[in-house]
């Protein structure tokens, strides 16, 4: 599996391309700010053929790009139900601190939007994606993860060494850690995670060393957090 990554804009948002091989199809993860350039020289590098655009969650940091691309090749967006409303209005995600950086800005959504749904497989790019509805930092975050199981991409739930904010409208510290540890912390420790923002990681190297993580409850308990 070919695995292009680079940060983009000025929250350096890991955008990623991945695809069987050169000269295949394509899928986009999280093209945010200043990304487009950067993935049609991705493009053209590999010679890929972009078949759809994985949004992890709908923060503008992830989304901005979304829809030019998208609407450009003529493929579809897919994004969790829960997030799609943030693709007209980012500002809702942000909280009132950060939404002034939009402005008067306005987003459409792209042509064609797909909400993943938790626990399915979307076939795009010659390959089967697990999705797993992981909310927390957003109410409708996804772990995104290729059929070799071998990668996860985590979008803003997990990090090396942390964990995605939890202070904006939709976000639950409980909920998160909930997330990691029901959807990420039951799989093998030779995992890479690859996420949003910042370098890669193990799902290992996470549950031995994240200081958020050092109090994360068993993931198959009930009534974890007191409830």
């Not at 967006?77 to 950060?98: C, F, K, N, W």
Request: one cysteine or more.
């Amino acid at each position: 599996m070919l695995i292009a990554g680079f940060p983009a804009g000025m929250f350096q948002t890991n955008c990623y391309l991945v695809a069987e091989d050169r000269g295949s199809d394509a899928v986009i993860i999280d093209p945010g700010q200043d990304a487009a350039p950067q993935v049609r020289a991705a493009l053209a590098e590999y010679d890929l053929t972009p078949v759809a655009v994985f949004l992890t969650h709908g923060h503008l940091d992830h989304t901005w790009n979304a829809a030019e691309l998208a609407d450009e090749y003529s493929i579809p967006v897919y994004i969790h139900a829960d997030d799609r409303p943030m693709l007209t209005d980012p500002g809702m995600g942000l909280g009132s601190a950060l939404s002034s950086m939009i402005g008067d800005m306005t987003f459409d959504e792209p042509e064609k939007v797909i909400e993943f749904v938790d626990g399915e497989d979307v076939d795009a790019a010659g390959i089967r994606w697990s999705v797993d509805h992981a909310p927390g930092h957003s109410l409708g975050s996804v772990l995104l993860t290729p059929d070799s199981g071998e990668v996860c991409f985590s979008g803003d739930v997990l990090f090396n060494g942390s964990i995605g904010r939890t202070d904006l409208p939709g976000g639950s510290h409980r909920t998160l850690l909930e997330s990691i540890a029901d959807k990420l912390m039951v799989r093998g420790d030779d995992v890479v995670i690859l996420p949003g923002h910042g370098p890669q990681t193990t799902i290992g190297a996470e549950r031995a060393s994240n200081p958020f993580l050092l109090d994360l409850p068993d993931a198959n308990k009930k009534g974890r957090f007191g409830l």
